[in-house]
């Protein structure tokens, strides 16, 4: 899974990036990197794996990951080729979801760059780039769609209309993804055209530390907020600020800060669950001695696709699958306890898996 930060310059983007992709890292104990200066890949917190590697005397823990790009320069006019321009657009169209970071925090030392502290207007004057990109597109699309549609290409047809739908969309300043397109408009235009605005979107509320954990007293948050449920998208409140000192800590040190913070989970987990279940992502767990792992998979996959996940072979040499439920593994003390107690289930090839089972793929590979 791929993330996207977005935001207007100075309203604490790198500030979030930077904490997430270094606290990440040392939290999982895992070899995590920056492959570019903006991109990090970040381990999935899942308390689970620790006590699933107890139980199987797993040597490595492997968490699942998430990959962060901070998308700097998007500024007002990008889809004109202001600032980063059009090398901001074209990383923005490998992500799967946007988190659109807005500034909810009043410093007078932090230059605000249109001025004063308006989150509504700030998060519009992205979204208006994205619209605006999208638009561009959808112009060009036209044309060659239009000429080929007229040379009797019945797929270009289906886009074509697909494609009228968008621009009167987008040019009531609606998002792709608010669209409503026929399935087949949408399957075609989706296989060949990435539209920035038709990705899922988390706006990201950077707050000060005494608005955590929901800014409830915070009316800059309440304004965002209702503008994001306006369009059907959620919120999280962060403190770049606070996730920056977070990534400086241990675990333990960190327990005891968001406890002196009264807050029960960092930003960087809370975003990570919004995430989830926004792309409607869940976690299967393996273990073994020598490693216990999880991975991600959407929910409803079939037990055979969600071996591919691991091998590609494995979903054409799929058997069975057997399955058990975290919890009950854990009380049962082993695999083998598991199944003795009747917890172990054998899953053909329609089982669809669940968040959290441990799973045994058995194939002829
Ligand atoms: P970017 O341009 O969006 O990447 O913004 P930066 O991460 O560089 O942050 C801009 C400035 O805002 C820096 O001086 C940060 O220290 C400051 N900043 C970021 N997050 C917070 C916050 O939560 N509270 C306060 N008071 N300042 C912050």
């Not at 990383?91 to 988190?99: C, K, P």
């Not at 993804?177 to 296989?191: D, G, Q, S, V, Y």
């Amino acid at each position: 899974m791929k993330i996207g930060i977005v935001g207007l310059p100075n309203v604490g983007k790198s500030t979030l990036f930077n904490a997430l992709t270094k606290g990440g890292a040392e939290a999982a104990n895992y070899p995590f990197c920056t492959i570019e200066p903006n991109v990090g890949i970040v381990a999935v917190p899942d308390d689970r794996l620790g006590a699933l590697a107890d139980i199987s005397g797993s040597k490595k823990i492997i968490p699942t990951t998430i990959e962060f790009v901070d998308i700097a320069g998007l500024v007002a006019g990008a889809s004109r080729g202001e600032g980063l321009g059009n090398l901001f657009l074209s990383h923005i169209r490998s992500v799967d979801a946007i988190a659109h970071v807005v500034r909810c925090f009043a410093d007078d030392n932090i230059t605000h760059v249109h001025g004063g502290l308006d989150p509504v207007s700030d998060a519009r004057t992205i979204n208006l780039e994205l619209i605006l990109a999208d638009l561009e597109l959808v112009e060009k699309k036209l044309e060659t769609e239009g000429r080929k549609a007229k040379s009797g290409d019945k797929q270009a047809k289906v886009r074509l209309s697909g494609l009228q739908k968008l621009q009167q969309s987008l040019e009531q300043e609606q998002p792709a993804r608010h669209c409503k397109l026929t399935p087949e408009e949408k399957t075609l235009l989706r296989r060949d055209c990435q539209f920035l605005t038709d990705k899922k979107v988390i706006y990201v509320a950077n707050v000060d530390e005494a608005d955590l954990p929901d800014g409830d007293d915070n009316s800059y948050v309440s304004s965002l907020r209702s503008y994001a449920l306006s369009q059907g998208d959620q919120l999280v409140c962060v403190s770049a600020r606070v996730e920056a000192e977070l990534a400086e800590l241990d675990e333990d040190e960190s327990a005891i800060f968001l406890q002196e913070l009264g807050i029960e989970q960092s930003g960087f987990k809370r975003l990570i669950n919004a995430a989830y279940s926004l792309l409607d992502l869940i976690s299967f767990l393996t273990t073994g001695k020598i490693e216990t792992r999880a991975w991600t998979i959407r929910r409803g996959t079939l037990a055979p696709q969600a071996a591919a996940v691991i091998h590609t072979d494995f979903e054409k040499h799929f058997i069975r699958a057997e399955v058990v439920p975290f919890d009950d593994l854990i009380s049962a003390g082993s695999w083998n306890g598991a199944r003795q107690q009747g917890k172990l289930r054998t899953e053909g090839k329609n089982y669809v898996l669940g968040d959290g089972e441990v799973t045994h793929f058995l194939t002829s590979a």
